[in-house]
């Protein structure tokens, strides 16, 4: 790739050199190619980010369970070559060390299951956008009615769409299908009565914490008059950060954390182990799971519900698995910050040079 770069480049300047009537036509190009290089480039890494780190892990660190004698699923068949074998045997679970504590080895995991490449890391990406959009109609019709507010339509086209969330966790957390196991999307979702029996309370729990993060901050905020528009009555008026101020927004973003740290994440990593218990018994996972629920659970043929409730799939996460938890996310949210940063820092120093070349035109 690089040497390509390299040869369209010294052919650029070769015709900036030899035919300078078109070197104006040329540089006013520039920024078009650049932009396009850059979603080429970017975009991908935005979605990495967005979708694995931020919906893939959290996922797959809520489903599992210290299983000291686990053994990752393998993805090496007999017929691949020794190097692709060995990728594959990468996604073990050892004694003591989470797969999930790790954001190389949930890293590595999802490419030995996408056949050692990056794919892996986007496997269910379609399903979810699928999912989302689905959300956002179901949402909009709801909020039609008059007499139903938009949070209110919210939760209503979560509960609609939870058989496909279900579905969509299944595919996250089991191997990929093969030609003898074409499984899709559709095809996974469990039984619809047994679904809404066992995901409409954790589902609802989390939108009530969802919504009480964003609500309960933000009439905070009115409260303590940082958002109070009277004083700034003068809209061209330029603002003026103050010691106070300062503090009100630490208050206020600490507030949010917290209820986010206490609230959120706990009634999310809930609802997902909620979702893996309707996964078939016939089915393996790809990280450490523990069916049973530590005896919580029986099975739906021992006078069993066949799921977990909301209590269980709390009371089976260890200290330390909470504390694996929440340190993936800082680590998530760290990582993401930093490329970020690093992305936000290499498009300045793009426009500075056009700037710059733009200046001396």
């Not at 036509?25 to 650049?34: C, G, I, K, R, T």
């Not at 986007?122 to 507010?149: E, M, N, Q």
């Not at 393996?284 to 739906?300: C, K, Q, W, Y």
Request: aromatic share 8%; charged share 15%.
């Amino acid at each position: 790739m690089f040497s390509t770069t390299i040869a369209a480049g010294s052919v650029l300047a070769k015709r900036v050199v030899e035919e300078p009537s078109k070197a104006k036509e040329l540089f006013a190009a520039v920024p078009f190619l650049l932009l396009l290089a850059n979603l080429i480039v970017l975009v991908p890494i935005l979605v990495i980010l967005g979708y694995t780190l931020g919906h893939v892990y959290p996922v797959l660190a809520a489903v599992e369970d210290p299983l000291p004698d686990y053994e990752a699923v393998s993805m090496a068949d007999d017929d691949l070559p020794k190097d692709s074998a060995d990728q594959a045997r990468t996604a073990v679970a050892l004694p003591g060390k989470p797969i999930t504590a790790s954001i190389r080895r949930i890293l590595r995991l999802l490419r030995s299951n996408g056949g050692g490449t990056w794919r892996g890391l986007l496997r269910g990406l379609g399903y979810a956008w699928v999912i989302g959009i689905l959300t956002a109609v179901t949402t909009t019709f709801f909020a039609l009615a008059p007499f139903i507010p938009i949070p209110v339509a919210s939760l209503l086209a979560l509960l609609a769409v939870a058989p496909l969330t279900t579905a969509w966790t299944h595919f996250i957390i089991t191997p990929p299908p093969t030609a003898a196991t074409p499984r899709t999307l559709f095809n996974r979702i469990p039984p619809i009565r047994k679904v809404y029996a066992a995901t409409w309370l954790p589902t609802t729990l989390l939108w009530l914490a969802t919504h009480a993060a964003v609500y309960l901050p933000l009439g905070l905020a009115a409260l303590i008059g940082l958002q109070d528009s009277k004083n700034q009555p003068n809209q061209h008026q330029p603002i003026r950060a103050n010691a106070s101020d300062a503090a009100k927004v630490i208050c206020v973003a600490g507030v949010s954390l917290g209820l986010q740290a206490l609230l959120v994440i706990p009634a999310h990593a809930a609802l997902t182990r909620v979702q893996a218990s309707l996964l078939p018994a016939d089915e393996p996972t790809i990280v450490p799971f523990d069916r049973s629920f530590a005896g919580l659970v029986e099975p739906e043929v021992v006078t069993g519900k066949g799921f977990a409730t909301f209590g269980a799939a709390i009371k089976t996460v260890t200290l330390a698995s909470w504390g694996r938890i929440y340190l993936l996310r800082v680590k998530v949210f760290a990582f993401s910050f930093a490329v970020c940063s690093a992305m936000v820092a290499f498009i300045m120093l793009e426009m500075g040079l056009l700037t710059l070349v733009a200046g001396r035109k």
